[in-house]
């Protein structure tokens, strides 16, 4: 059965202080993987798709990372408008959706 | 440049009752989706489109109906209200999958059913 699982469920930093969160995968074949942001009261906003083992992708203070099991979201020096829950989804191959994790709630304290 | 629209945002429906929510989408997109979230949940797709006229269903496609007759809309119906569909309802839309092309959400409807 395809499954995505996303820890920590939640996250407290101090502003500036770094850190990673973790998605990891078990699916039939992955075609994509995809990195949302949402904010409360408010639709998940796309970040990035990582597609091969190895791949990275940066925004901002935002680097996404995949490997054939898992990615990672690292987060440098963040700031209290980085507080939001940070979604992950699959898109398995042959499939006409995205499969999501159940999200990584991360608060940024000043 | 308003990209998807849901309405309305939210909505009390007693049991037994019926409502349609709607969503529109001003990207030319074919493809459009409905996901549920509950809290600690992760989103679930209810029914999905990939064409006007064409529909398919999601994992949790119960209690629920859809209709696609132009490529900018695509309501949920819900018929026969029960509790266990008070949840917050999003509408997404993308470009085909081999466009690599990511979802498009909406701001969701946070529907309550008591």
């Known amino acids: 059965e395809d499954q995505v699982t996303q820890s920590p469920e939640a996250l407290r930093l101090q502003e500036g202080e770094s850190s990673s969160l973790n998605c990891s995968y078990t699916?039939?074949?992955?075609?994509?993987l995809f990195w949302y942001r949402q904010d409360p009261g408010k639709g998940p906003e796309f970040l990035f798709t990582?597609?091969?083992a190895g791949e990275e992708k940066e925004k901002e203070r935002l680097k996404a990372t995949l490997t054939k099991k898992e990615s990672f979201l690292h987060i440098t020096a963040p700031k209290p408008e980085d507080s939001a829950t940070y979604l992950c989804?699959?898109?398995?191959?042959?499939?006409?959706?995205?499969?999501f994790g159940t999200g990584t709630r991360l608060t940024v304290i000043p | 440049n308003a990209g998807v629209t849901q309405t309305p945002k939210f909505r009390i429906l007693k049991i037994g009752q019926s409502m349609t929510l709607q969503c529109t989408q001003d990207?030319?997109?074919?493809?459009m989706y409905w996901y549920r979230q509950d809290p600690g949940m992760g989103l679930k797709l209810i029914y999905y489109?990939?064409?006007?006229?064409?529909?398919d269903k999601g994992e949790v496609p119960n209690g629920y109906n859809v209709s696609r007759s132009t490529t900018e809309d695509f309501p949920l119906r819900l018929e026969l209200a029960a509790p266990s569909q008070t949840s917050v309802y999003f509408c997404?839309?993308?470009?085909?999958?081999?466009?690599?092309?990511?979802?498009?959400f909406g701001n969701g409807t946070r529907l309550t059913v008591t």
């Open positions: 489109s990939v064409g006007a006229g064409i529909t």
């Open positions: 990207m030319n997109h074919n493809y």
């Open positions: 989804a699959v898109q398995v191959t042959g499939a006409n959706n995205l499969f």
């Open positions: 990582l597609y091969s």
């Open positions: 699916v039939s074949g992955l075609r994509g």
């Open positions: 997404a839309s993308s470009l085909p999958w081999n466009y690599n092309s990511p979802l498009h």
